[in-house]
Structure formats: structure tokens, C-alpha cells
């Protein structure tokens, strides 16, 4: 028997598909330094976890389809701070802003739907319409001006009668870019004038190292009805595993398409958004501390990489990712390498593939993505080893 042709055409996760090799390295007894993937290592907040320890009920419960009304009505006030103005019956409690992804596509996409995205991009963007049978296609980016958005014509020259839809990801994974309140406002103009939807993740927005305002598609006016936007308290409260998002919709009919969905997996996680409301109540001082040491991080990682003979990598804007260009001519290659037959001193490093983050396999192959989610410490024998490995990697030949 065959499995279907969607699950042939899934592709892996870059950010994950090395695993096996890093937990075979680690049995070894080698230290892996994981820049591969964005969980933090800062404590979650204290209020977040006493929540947990208090909460105690009888029955755990499902919990409402679209989530917790106590929940939402406090994630209004929220987004207000953020000029976001909402009622609780726009917001939807999912499973991760993952989920909230796949179900703003499969409400709103149909198979052979057409979405843009800038390229490269979060890889799942692409897993989960290849999961709904909608088509990517793609507005490149460059690494050498910092992935910074092309001229608004090269978005319209992707539009054709099957588009439905614009992707974009602001502050950026995996780039780290941040949109300009011009780039905004194109899009606005080309979401308006071919009236598609706009999906929108924020999930970074805590993360802006600019003066550079943060510019919500939420904040666009004329296309109200258009934005659906998708969020996330994993990374702002170092919470990835409670798996709790939200898909926010001003749009009545999306909401109620998007409900079906939500009825059909029945609730979104009772625990995860106990821990996510308390979480809206962390102290301001937490997340200035969080802020000043991604900062430092973003900083320290940047400097000691360009600093490596061969590397370039641009300054990200936002979030805690960047996208890195090495010295090699294959960079799966590469990070498999360094999990399977490299240790310096009895350690390695595990980085993303670039090739996952873009829609053309041939993209990105001598880039990697990285995340500063390590302590300056790590980072920086992390950077000592990674240094180590394209040394020994380029003596041996493997470089084209």
C-alpha cells in the first residue's frame, strides 16, 4: 500500500529534520549546541507557573471550542496596548499559533488556491498549504540587503485569478526583518485592489530592536474584513509547550468557518491557556529583562559571526532568528556533518538548513538559520566550534 501523495509531497522540517543525528551525538557524550530552533532558555513567568500549582479543579474539562471567554476578554486588553482594537468574540483560542495558521488556510483557501509569501520564509507557512492543497508562490528576498522588502510590482507579478491571499510574518522568521510602515501600506494597497486576505503572524512583535514602529496588519485601514491575524504566547513568555495560540478576525464569516474546525478537534489545551492568562499579568519588569537580553544576544551573535572568514550575516530587526551565509556549497550537508562526524573539544553545533526556509530547493544552499536563544556564554563557544568546523569541513575538500 502507498501513502497519499500529500504526505509524499510534505517536506521535513529544517528545523527539526537533523534530530536523530544530534540525539545520536549527544549519547555519544558530544554537547550540541542547538541554534536550530527558537525555544527559549529563559524562565517562564512565576505568575504562569503558581497558575499551574493553583489550579486544582475536580474535573479537568473540555474547555470551550473557541477558548476560554476569561482568557480572551483579557487578551483584548492586550492587544489595546498595542492599538488593537478588539472584542473577545474576535479572538480564537487555538493550539498554537500553528493551528491557527492551518486553519486560516483551510477556511480560506481552496485546493489550488494560490498564497504569496516572501521567500525565504517559515518553513511550515509551506507544509501546512501543502497540507490544504493550496500552491505557494513566492517574492524573493536577498540576504545581502538584509531580506528587505522587493518593489510592490514584483508581488503583483505572482497575482493570478487563482491568488487568494498574502503571507507575511512581521518581525520576520526567519530573517529577523521588519516591515516598514510604507512596505505596510503596499501591501494594504494590493490586498485592497485585489481583494485577497492577508494573513499576518506577529507572534515577535515583543522583539523590535529599532526605532522602527511596529506596524499590525491589525492597524491597516480599509481592509478590516481582509486580515486574519495569527499569534502566539510561546515565545514571549517562554512557553512553546503549553501550545497555545489565537487566529483574530474582525471578519464574522472567516470566524464562523474557522469554528467548524475548532468544533471538529473538539478544544484547545485546558492547562496552556490557565498558563497563558495568567501570563497576560506578567510584570513589565520580566519583559523589559527579556528584551534587553535578546538584544545583548542579538548583538554578541552578529559581531562573532561576521567575524568568522567567509560568514555574512545581516543584523535582524526583530524576533531572535537569523539567516547566515557560510563558506560551503551545501549547508544540509554541512549541518548533518557536524552532528554525525565533527566534535570539537566534545562539542558541536545544530543549525536549520537554509534550503527549508525557501520555496525553490535550490535557494539558500550555502545559508543556515540560526536562533540567539542561548546564553551569551553558550553562543560564544558555540561560535569557537562553529569556526572549528567550517575550517575542518573546507580541508577536507567538501567545499565546491
Known amino acids: 500500500m502507498e501513502i497519499s501523495q500529500r504526505a509524499q509531497n510534505m517536506p521535513q522540517s529544517p528545523i527539526r529534520k537533523l534530530a536523530k543525528y544530534a540525539d545520536a551525538a549527544k549519547l555519544n557524550g558530544t ?40 482568557l480572551r476578554t483579557k487578551m483584548v486588553s492586550y492587544y489595546a496596548n498595542y492599538g488593537i482594537d478588539l472584542s473577545p468574540d474576535e479572538i480564537i483560542i487555538t493550539s498554537g499559533g500553528s493551528e491557527a495558521i492551518m486553519f486560516a488556510y483551510m477556511a480560506c483557501l481552496n485546493p489550488g488556491d494560490e498564497i504569496i509569501v ?41 497575482i493570478t485569478d487563482k491568488t487568494r491571499a498574502i503571507l507575511i510574518c512581521n518581525p520576520n522568521n526567519p530573517t529577523g526583518y521588519l516591515y516598514t510602515k510604507q512596505e505596510m501600506r ?53 512557553e512553546c509547550g503549553i501550545r497555545i495560540g489565537a487566529l483574530i478576525t474582525k471578519n464574522k464569516q472567516v470566524r464562523q ?22 501570563s497576560l499579568s506578567t510584570p513589565e519588569e520580566y519583559m ?11 548583538n554578541f551573535l552578529i559581531d562573532q559571526l561576521n567575524q568568522i572568514p567567509g560568514v555574512f550575516a545581516p543584523t535582524p530587526m526583530g524576533a531572535f532568528y537569523v539567516m547566515v551565509k557560510l563558506p560551503i556549497d551545501d549547508a544540509e550537508k554541512f549541518c548533518t556533518w557536524c552532528l554525525t562526524d565533527f566534535s570539537y573539544e566534545g562539542q558541536t553545533v545544530m543549525m536549520a538548513p537554509g534550503t527549508g526556509f525557501y520555496t525553490d530547493p535550490n535557494e539558500g544552499r550555502d545559508q543556515v538559520r540560526m536562533a540567539y536563544v542561548l546564553k551569551k556564554e553558550e ?22
Open 379 to 400: 553562543l560564544a563557544k558555540a561560535m569557537v566550534v562553529l569556526r572549528k568546523a567550517l575550517e575542518e569541513y573546507n580541508e577536507l575538500g567538501k567545499k565546491i
Open 288 to 298: 523589559e529583562e527579556v528584551y534587553d537580553e535578546y538584544l545583548a544576544r542579538r
Open 186 to 238: 503596499q501591501i494594504r494597497d494590493l490586498v485592497k485592489k485585489y481583494d485577497l486576505y492577508l494573513f499576518s503572524d506577529e507572534v515577535y512583535r515583543e522583539f523590535i530592536y529599532t526605532k522602527r514602529p511596529y506596524i499590525s496588519a491589525c492597524h491597516l485601514e480599509g481592509i478590516e474584513e481582509n486580515v486574519i491575524l495569527v499569534d502566539s504566547v510561546s515565545k514571549r513568555y517562554s
Open 118 to 158: 516572501t521567500d525565504p520564509s517559515y518553513a511550515n507557512y509551506m507544509a501546512f498549504a501543502i497540507s490544504c492543497g493550496a500552491v505557494v508562490k513566492s517574492v524573493k528576498t536577498h540576504i545581502e540587503d538584509g531580506f528587505k522588502l522587493p518593489p510592490v510590482e514584483e508581488f503583483e507579478k505572482q
Open 257 to 278: 468557518a474557522v469554528m467548524k474546525f475548532c468544533q471538529a478537534r473538539l478544544s484547545p489545551p485546558l492547562f496552556g491557556q490557565v498558563v497563558a492568562e495568567a
Open 31 to 70: 554537547k550540541v549546541y542547538h541554534l536550530n530552533i527558537g525555544q527559549p532558555d529563559i524562565a517562564t513567568p512565576k505568575c504562569a507557573l503558581e497558575a499551574v500549582q493553583g489550579f486544582r479543579p475536580e474535573v479537568l474539562d473540555y474547555s470551550p471550542s473557541q477558548g476560554l471567554k476569561s
